[in-house]
């Protein structure tokens, strides 16, 4: 069974300028604290069956594999022992010029409910500060 986490941001923007901005994740450490540094495998757009490591304050590195890419968003998926993750951050157009970027966070495995005893709190936080970082990155470009 596995445990879910959403942070549901809206933000003055079209989903296709935030998709872009979400995609782009080698710039997530210059506009969310909750990221110290990303490292990619590829060059250019983000693609399918890349791989990424992201490091984030507090946690040990994690390697991600894109799973799904698109105009408005991705998503992506990492294993370690005991736990597997899936990880989604898209933008959904409200009609109106603006949007909602959705983040999820999906964790599944042995050890993902005594792991979660500890992070909880940390994946909400950490999940808040990309939300908010999205929306001043968006306002900034």
Request: net charge positive; hydrophobic share 40%; glycine share 12%.
């Amino acid at each position: 069974m596995a445990i879910d986490f959403s942070e549901r941001v809206p933000i003055g923007a079209p989903a296709e300028v935030v998709g872009r901005i979400m995609c782009d994740v080698a710039r997530w450490p210059r506009w969310t604290a909750s990221v110290s540094t990303v490292e990619r495998s590829g060059t250019g757009p983000l693609a399918v069956g890349e791989t990424v490591v992201v490091k984030q304050p507090k946690l040990s590195p994690s390697t991600w594999t894109v799973t799904k890419v698109g105009p408005t968003g991705f998503e992506w998926t990492s294993r370690s022992a005991g736990i597997s993750n899936v990880a989604g951050h898209w933008a959904t157009d409200a009609g109106d010029g603006t949007c909602v970027a959705e983040l999820t966070l999906s964790f599944a495995g042995p050890l993902a409910r005594p792991a979660l005893l500890f992070y909880s709190g940390l994946v909400r936080r950490y999940m808040a500060m990309e939300g908010a970082g999205l929306r001043a990155e968006v306002t900034r470009g």
